[in-house]
């Protein structure tokens, strides 16, 4: 077989860990119901903004991961790894859309308060 390089759009590791700087134009989002719990995306994560859900929340061996939105930069890369290499279980929103679905209005911070819940 010639060579067939499956991994070839996977993004590199990063180099070093940073932070959010400003609010991102789109946040990552994962189907906590799609997700596998594999974390092959968490050591991708520029900001290391992912991590597993708290043990209790869902009855299973292997939890699904949740991106903390408040440090999430929006640079996509956590979607692409999942994409190429598991499940495809994280969606990247338009910030305006996560905004409005979840409630929460973003910031720049990335310590409290991470933003605020939208009035109704």
Request: aromatic letters at 6%; proline letters at 12%; a negative charge.
């Amino acid at each position: 077989m010639a060579g067939y390089d499956h991994d070839k759009n996977i993004p590199n590791l990063p180099e070093k860990i940073t932070e959010k700087k400003k609010k991102p134009k789109m946040v990552a989002v994962v189907d906590e119901d799609n997700c596998t719990g594999c974390q092959a995306c968490v050591p991708f994560c520029p900001v290391d903004c992912i991590a597993p859900v708290p043990d209790g929340k869902y009855e299973t061996i292997i939890p699904p991961v949740q991106i903390r939105f408040n440090e999430c930069t929006g640079c996509s890369i956590c979607a692409r790894v999942c994409t190429k290499m598991t499940w495809d279980a994280i969606e990247m929103l338009p910030t305006a859309t996560f905004e409005e679905v979840y409630q929460i209005e973003l910031s720049d911070a990335t310590t409290p308060p991470y933003g605020t819940p939208k009035p109704n």
